[in-house]
């Protein structure tokens, strides 16, 4: 059993709190037993944290998480949330079990921007005591699970089961600093409660078919608004795609043919190495073969953003602008399954 201290601590708004403890593990009085029920279920998981954990002392790193996890669990107790389990840094929280809640859909959609909010009080500790910035992550869904004890006689915990658990997951592992996203039965639960931007397809791990997450905007009647904390529009995944690419010229594209190596992989667009000197702003064409799709992606235009040099390396930040549906389709395919780790870079 874990145990997180509040003693002392102060909320998101500056009101002193109570000592509390978060225990993960049994809540007591609990029988024997599984039982079917309808909850929401809440990730959290911080964005970047091992490469921060790589760069600060084990004392730093441990008084880091502990002051988040403080927080992320006073927020949750009071929205009615009970603690699952911290996996690292991430936190589950569920609303509806082990004991049934009114409203469990819009208390996690509460606590999860609170969680959010709250992230700007920790980072101006984080600050003050000269440590790294955090940015979280937040994914919900709600559904039918499977609750009980799980264990033996030397060591048993409560928890949930079910694809519900493994949906929640997956939509918070697609969630970008600073984002809440949600599912379509956690927003219909939520409606006239939540404001939210319209449904994205994603494709999950383990679904033949794509599935609608919507991004939570803001709790109009709370006065709560979901802080931007990017600007990015679409996660990011680090790869080793080899590419090549023409650059474009008064809109004819050139016909010498240069090689590149892809780093890193979004929606809108690549992060590269290219041994080719080349300018800000120049229009390319390129191609590349992404795995799990039907082939070559061709016919993606993209103008460079930005050029640094790195090591001895040049490395191009390249907007796409102009790409088929397709190819698109295919982009977010293999994206959101290497999220998920279907795929090994």
Known sequence: MTEVSTKGRRSATGKSLPAVSSRVGVPSGLKKGWSSREVTVLLTDLRGFSAIAESISGRDMLAVLNHYLTQ????????????????????????????????????????????????????RDNKARGLPHLYMGAGINTGRVLAGLLGSSQHHEYTVIGDEVNLASRIESMSLRGQVLISEATFARCKGFVTAKAPMQVYVKGKSKPVRVREV?????????????????????????????????????????????IHDIGYQGIRAEMKHAIKEGADISLEFKLSLTHGHERNIYGKVRHVRHKHGHRVAGIEFTSISQRVEEDIRYFVQLLIQGTLRK
């Open 72 to 123: 992320m669990c006073e927020i949750a107790i009071a929205n009615g949330g009970t603690i699952d389990k911290f996996i690292g840094d991430a936190v589950m929280v569920l609303f509806g079990a082990p004991h049934r809640l009114a409203s469990h859909a819009r208390r996690a959609v509460t606590c999860a921007l609170q969680m959010q909010l709250a992230m700007d009080e920790i980072n």
């Open 217 to 261: 905007e803001g709790l109009p009647a709370l006065g709560l608004t979901v802080p931007r904390r990017t600007r990015r529009s679409s996660p990011r995944v680090e790869v080793k795609i080899p590419f090549t690419f023409r650059v474009i010229v008064n809109k004819i594209v050139m016909p010498r043919v240069y090689k590149g190596m």
